[in-house]
């Protein structure tokens, strides 16, 4: 009888222990992900990106600017290697692709260095950040493109003709 009683005290000792451990929370969070391409030098590559589980996203990218040149991005801007990304959507996922230039064979890597993201019921997301690698091969360095102004180039003429 004892026995019985001293187990039954125990199994309602731990009982009464369960439930508090469940009371801990987790604080909510948004994916940023990169893929890893491959690329020869001078050839342009596009760097896959995606957020996941936020309604909208800021992010800033480095990458090294002697191995890679910015061409153009989804909701990015950048040069001399810092990119901002900035995203407000209608769902919870988007999709990115961020186009560089390869210039040196070896990889190179594109790395968050912030990042934040807000829910639907606006509430603010940690976000897990993503690095992508880049891997250049040899290649043709003639392709390497020099750096053109970002200023808009397109003119009209009194007829309406566009000319660049």
Do not use: H
């Not at 002697?66 to 991005?73: A, M, W």
């Not at 891997?135 to 750096?147: H, N, V, W």
């Amino acid at each position: 009888m004892r026995r019985i009683k001293k187990i039954f005290v125990t199994f309602l000792a731990i009982c009464m222990i369960c439930p508090c451990l469940s009371v801990i929370t987790e604080a909510a969070t948004a994916e940023l992900r990169f893929a890893d391409p491959s690329t020869t030098v001078g050839a342009e590559v596009d760097v896959k990106t995606s957020a996941s589980s936020m309604q909208s996203m800021e992010a800033t990218l480095t990458y090294d600017k002697s191995e890679l040149r910015f061409i153009s991005g989804d909701n990015a801007t950048g040069k001399d290697g810092t990119i901002k990304i900035s995203w407000t959507g209608s769902g919870t996922t988007a999709e990115f692709n961020l186009k560089f230039q390869a210039l040196k064979e070896g990889a190179s890597n594109i790395e968050v260095s912030s990042a934040t993201g807000t829910a639907e019921d606006g509430t603010n997301l940690e976000v897990t950040q993503g690095s992508s690698a880049v891997t250049i091969g040899a290649g043709d360095p003639s392709l390497i493109k020099e750096e053109t102004s970002t200023e808009d180039t397109t003119t009209s003429t009194a007829d309406g003709a566009v000319v660049k």
